[in-house]
């Protein structure tokens, strides 16, 4: 229900928060970064499911790049898994 969504996504909100908080305390700036990319890229996945509209113009261009450089990973991580398991 729309409820359940609304409660859900203020739970993700705050987690993210937490998460960034953490991350800000990294010093590699090339780790901080990676991971803030990611996040952003879940975190728009996760909106993308919780949103009731089928349109999507309220993605902006860093939502999309964050999205797709966060589907390279996940994928690229499956195919290190697979390699791994197989080889």
Same mark, same amino acid.
């Given at each position: @229900?729309?409820?359940?969504?609304? /409660? &859900? /996504?203020?739970?993700?909100?705050?987690?993210?928060?937490?998460? @960034?908080?953490?991350?800000?305390?990294?010093?590699?700036?090339?780790?901080? &970064?990676?991971?803030?990319? $990611?996040?952003?890229?879940?975190?728009? /996945?996760?909106?993308? &499911?919780?949103?009731?509209?089928?349109?999507?113009?309220?993605?902006?261009?860093?939502?999309?790049? /964050? &999205?797709?450089?966060?589907? $390279?990973?996940?994928?690229?991580?499956?195919?290190? @898994?697979?390699?791994?398991?197989?080889?």
């Amino acid at each position: @229900t729309l409820s359940n969504k609304k /409660a &859900l /996504a203020i739970q993700f909100k705050k987690i993210f928060k937490n998460i @960034t908080k953490i991350v800000g305390c990294v010093k590699c700036q090339r780790c901080k &970064l990676h991971a803030k990319v $990611f996040i952003h890229g879940i975190g728009t /996945a996760l909106k993308i &499911l919780l949103t009731n509209s089928e349109n999507y113009d309220w993605l902006s261009r860093d939502d999309i790049v /964050a &999205l797709v450089n966060t589907l $390279f990973q996940l994928s690229e991580s499956l195919d290190y @898994t697979q390699h791994f398991l197989y080889n």
